[in-house]
């Protein structure tokens, strides 16, 4: 019956097996070397298992670095700049998918076309346009730039979401007497909740993830993101690869967090739902 | 695109309110709720992108240093890449970077989807593992391979030298400049294979089974019903992840920033670094920006095409 499978079972479990291999292996690798003492590190003695397995990287970590700092900044800039985003693209959204007015194709393609410019030619003038609103240097002009990308993804994802909800639901409510804005709370939102939801957890994770802007706006070194904090571990000790790992195991949590979540949403396709064909 | 119930309140307030019949005719049935929702992303994409990108323009076109007031010089900055080394060097790299990339992306993404449509258990589970890639942030995903890279502790030169034996010594792989690119970009490609996969698996699962079993009963198989059913399928699916992908691997910054910083002596340059090098290192704002716009009417007619096949896909 399933003529869909056009790979044998026997090929795709041999093909599975290195790509997760592959895929497995270098948070494997980063979370034994967390866990590794600098003496087993440089020995090079039981590579593959920490022995003994010790603490001293997460409280070098937690303990001489501003890395707990960064976590705050990380935390702060991610889930304010998530709330906006997600405010504004679902308000967004649902006019640029549902209502009638003058210039909504325009803003629909505006949206998108946004969504697609890279960062990389955009960090130099918003710096400068972050800097002459006198946010350079602060947490807020991480807040205030973020948007840039989050809004217009959230935008577009949610803009397929909410065209999929069936438009009988909102006439049949307006037909029962509700204004346009009571369908759009009382019918639609609720339906979109898990949708909007998504969307939020894409943006903060993006948000969480981001780099070029943090790296150019943020010079003091208190108000970096974990990003940025833990990339500069690098030109400071050479050899500080444990606490190094162990931080990248901190930052990776609470996307694989969100993640858990998400995942149903993505194989269904919605994160695609910019890219369903 | 107007759907007739989106003119339902339109006509609702027709009878009460007759004066605002010649606005609503102009301004669309919907426009006040219309208005007062979409305000908020026209500011922001005024604020944080155009008004940007405009004065980006416009910069590109001045010798601007940090703190001193921009010159206007026309088209000199340009001119000068035109013939400059290193920009050269940058865009070739560029472009091996990305086209190196998006290939392999392109060929695991497919044959992802196919294990991952096959008669195979715990499908769910190892989707969700192949996946955690894209998730991760890449900051970390460029510090592990920094970290599995390195020449003398890391866990690639382990394997190769004193447990598989196929190497007589380590390789420094970001230190030297013949295995340098082909290491960044085999990150690259780490990072971003699975979201190919997914989109892919999405797009294959779309297609009715109805037309495989047709291939089937006329005798197709597996391979022809690969190229005639499956392929097709999702044709328009593998152009917008390949453009999108196009679009992210050009202008993708951290993986290269962190590894190798353009290094070594510029064998992995791109051309996001080194605006960020030339801007931020040097402070030569103006050649910056047109270091970073001067592939702008490539990545228009990329973002043109794309954008078509993204709204005809949303407009299902």
Redesign the interface.
Known sequence: M????????A???A??GV??V???F??Y??TI?AFKSETQ??S?VS?FWPDPVVLDNFRHLLGDTDFLAWFKNSVFVAVSSTLVATA??T??A???A?????G??F????????Y???????????Y??IRNLGLADSLAGLI??Y??FT??FV?WLL??YF?SIP??L??AA?IDGA???GA?RRVILPLAAPGVLAAGLYAF?QA??E??YAL?FITDVKLRT???G??SF?TGDVYG?GY??AG?VL??LP??AA?TYL?KY????L??????? | MATPAARLPGRAALDRREATVGLRLVLGPDYRLGFLFVAPIVLLVLALVAYPFGYAMYLSLTRKYVGVPPVWVGFDNYVKLTWDGFFQRAVANSFIFTFGSVSVKLLLGVAMALVLTSRIRFRSFFTGVLLIPWVAPTVVSALNFLWIYDYSLGVLNYLLVRVFRVLPQGVGWLSEANTAMASVIAVNIWRGFPFFGISFLAGMKAIPAELYEAAAVDGAGPLQRFWRVTLPGIKNIVIIVVLLSTIWTFNDFQIVYILTKGGPGGATQVIPVLTYEIAFGAQRLGEAIAVALYLLPALAVVIIVLARYMRRGQAR
Do not use: C, D, H
């Open positions: 399933k003529r869909r499978a056009l790979v044998e079972p090929v795709s479990y093909f599975l790509l997760l592959v895929v497995v270098p948070f690798w980063m070397t590190m440089r090079l590579m504004i693209g308000l967004g649902y006019s640029l549902r209502l009638s007015f003058l909504r194709a803003m629909s393609s505006a949206v998108l076309i946004t697609l410019v890279p960062p990389s030619i955009l960090f130099i003038p918003l400068a346009q205030a730039a948007p840039s809004v217009p935008t803009m397929g065209e438009i009988e909102e006439e307006m204004t346009r804005f759009f994770t969480w993830n780099f070029l150019v974990l990003p940025v833990l990339s690098i690869w190094l790992m990248a930052t990776t996307v694989i993640y995942q993505m194989v269904e396709g994160t695609a739902g910019s890219v369903k064909g």
